[in-house]
């Protein structure tokens, strides 16, 4: 069954640094998303993305976070400056949306480290 | 404003006992649901889903649940636990179908 993969497993970074997330979605979605959990907390929208470009974004996502699909099989998150409090588990996915209500599907997601 | 909220943040059966794992959902418009299931250094798996078609909802590995919308709840049961049953379960709750709003997670422990 085709998945959607995350790279890297972990990323340790120094705050201030910028990182770059990669996701590379199931080949035949349209639709794809990044979505976060802070250690101990709820599983949270940051941003979906259609037709190369950003359909809906939360609070989160601020100036500091970009998407970007390069070509067209990577999906990648980047930080541009990272805070403490951007340590988190970062969880790509991807959905068809045919039909309505299709559900997401997850990567195993990119644990980063900001010390 | 959609919200999920999950009772009870731990959970433990004994082997071969029933599984319930609670789910009430708020949606301002007929909602779909999903139950996600996380096993230790894994991403999100879907179990099930709900999207106005039948109420009672089977899915993978002997789960099911059931939308009651006069309880806006869509708990999930699973008749008889299995060691491999224990992972952390969420449910999720979308008005469009597109962004999900997850509640905080259940860690289900098995005995033996």
């Known amino acids: 069954e085709p998945e959607v993969t995350q790279t890297p497993s972990h990323q340790v970074t120094q705050m201030g640094q910028e990182v770059i997330l990669r996701c590379v979605p199931i080949s035949n979605h349209l639709y794809f998303y990044w979505y976060r959990q802070i250690l101990g907390q709820k599983v949270e929208f940051l941003v979906s993305?259609?037709?190369?470009?950003?359909?809906?974004k939360s609070e989160i996502f601020d100036d500091q976070f970009s998407v970007e699909r390069p070509d067209g099989s990577n999906f990648t998150l980047k930080i541009r400056s990272t805070k403490l409090e951007d340590s988190a588990m970062y969880f790509c996915?991807?959905?068809?949306?045919?039909?309505?209500?299709?559900?997401?599907?997850f990567g195993n997601g990119t644990r980063l480290t900001v010390t | 404003a959609q919200s999920v909220t999950q009772l009870g943040s731990h959970v433990s059966v004994s082997e071969g006992a029933l599984v319930l794992l609670r789910c009430n959902y708020s949606?301002?418009?007929?909602?779909?649901l999903f139950w996600y299931v996380q096993y230790p250094n894994q991403g999100l798996q879907l179990l099930l889903k709900y999207t106005s078609a039948a109420t009672l909802v089977k899915g993978i590995n002997g789960f099911e649940a059931e939308f009651k919308k006069s309880e806006t709840s869509f708990h999930l049961t699973k008749p008889s636990a299995h060691m491999s049953d224990a992972a952390e379960y969420f449910c999720?709750?979308?008005?469009?179908?597109?962004?999900?709003?997850f509640g905080a997670g259940t860690i289900l422990r098995v005995k033996s």
């Open positions: 949606s301002s418009v007929p909602p779909y």
């Open positions: 999720a709750v979308s008005e469009d179908g597109n962004k999900l709003v």
């Open positions: 993305f259609y037709n190369n470009e950003i359909s809906e």
């Open positions: 996915a991807s959905s068809d949306r045919t039909p309505i209500g299709s559900p997401l599907h």
